[in-house]
């Protein structure tokens, strides 16, 4: 499921001519599509609309069941849903290995939901569907320092960050786990980091670094079974920054090395707040932020993105999402 080269998804639209009367709304229900979907595709700032103004209509989901060996127009109409979305699927009408993959990993994000067994069915056009009605998208920067990985802005199941490498720094345990990896980038930076830290008299642990999507999966299905409000600080699958390989959770043997608000209480965490922009990183998920982040205030994760950047978003007091202009409300 690798991201199209050119970022031009392939799919077909329907161009619409507006009459006097229409509204995003009225024509969004005429086509069974959501008001976000047709201003996402016309590119529209607002809901303004003009008699005689051309909108594209984007793709909408079919009706039925679906699975491996399935063809025709109704699977050309998901593959085309699947396009729009941001997945790189061929729309022939045929429902192979990479559109039963593709929705497989969506599956695995509601596992609360549906099984994750690449059938396409209603409980899963329902999921899709509300996927489109609040803009979700698959990320096409993910080895850009910023890129924007959130609850509306996921990674490909199949991406894997380049140049993974085991930062030199203290863990909390000792034998290797996938989650001591880290960009090589962000993992330098982080050597230098926890090198100030020591000089200064600051004792800090690593706890997660990069989570793959399927330990991703594994990690949110056991957490909404155990929390069904879960989804406040568990990220479902391809929309933690873990997976980047620039995020990563720290915290210190003051707090018995748990991943608790009350590290921001601390020395430490107080220290880790202050100095992580001096070397490219910033307190992803900050305090009374929570309506823009989506998630709860969490002081130990931490998200490299470079110096200037880090700088920027910390003295002015913002998130990356503020930084970057891309706030949802």
């Not at 063809?71 to 559109?99: A, C, M, R, W």
């Not at 999921?127 to 910023?146: A, K």
Request: net charge positive.
């Amino acid at each position: 499921m690798q991201q199209h080269n050119d970022w031009l998804p392939d799919y077909r639209v329907t161009n619409y001519k507006v009459k006097p009367g229409d509204t995003l709304y009225l024509i969004a229900k005429r086509f069974k599509t959501h008001i976000s979907a047709i201003k996402k595709i016309n590119k529209l700032k607002s809901n303004i609309l003009f008699v005689g103004q051309y909108l594209k209509i984007p793709p909408t989901l079919p009706d039925g069941i679906y699975v491996i060996g399935s063809t025709g127009p109704s699977v050309k109409k998901l593959q085309e849903v699947l396009s729009f979305i941001g997945f790189d699927v061929n729309n022939d009408g045929y429902y192979g290995p990479v559109t039963s993959k593709i929705i497989k990993g969506l599956q695995q994000k509601f596992p609360e939901i549906v099984i994750d067994d690449g059938v396409y069915g209603p409980k899963t056009k329902k999921i899709i569907d509300n996927l489109l009605s609040v803009n979700y998208e698959i990320v096409r920067n993910p080895e850009s320092r910023t890129v924007l990985v959130n609850k509306l802005n996921a990674l490909n199941p199949d991406y894997v960050p380049k140049n993974l490498i085991v930062p030199e720094i203290p863990f909390s345990f000792t034998e290797f786990r996938p989650q001591k990896l880290m960009r090589a980038d962000a993992a330098n930076a982080l050597e230098a980091l926890f090198a100030k830290a020591k000089q200064e008299g600051i004792e800090l642990n690593a706890i997660s670094g990069y989570r793959s999507y399927e330990y991703q999966h594994k990690l949110f299905s056991r957490n909404i079974k155990a929390n069904p409000k879960a989804n406040l600080f568990s990220s479902r699958p391809g929309e933690s920054e873990h997976q980047t390989g620039l995020a990563i959770d720290i915290s210190s043997p003051s707090v018995d090395n748990r991943l608790v608000q009350s590290l921001g209480e601390t020395k430490e965490g107080k220290w880790l707040e202050a100095n992580a922009p001096e070397f490219g990183f910033i307190i992803r998920f900050p305090k009374e932020k929570e309506n823009i982040t989506r998630y709860r205030y969490e002081p130990w994760h931490i998200r490299y993105v470079g110096k200037d950047v880090a700088k920027r978003i910390m003295d002015n007091n913002l998130t990356l999402e503020e930084y970057l202009g891309k706030v949802n409300n």
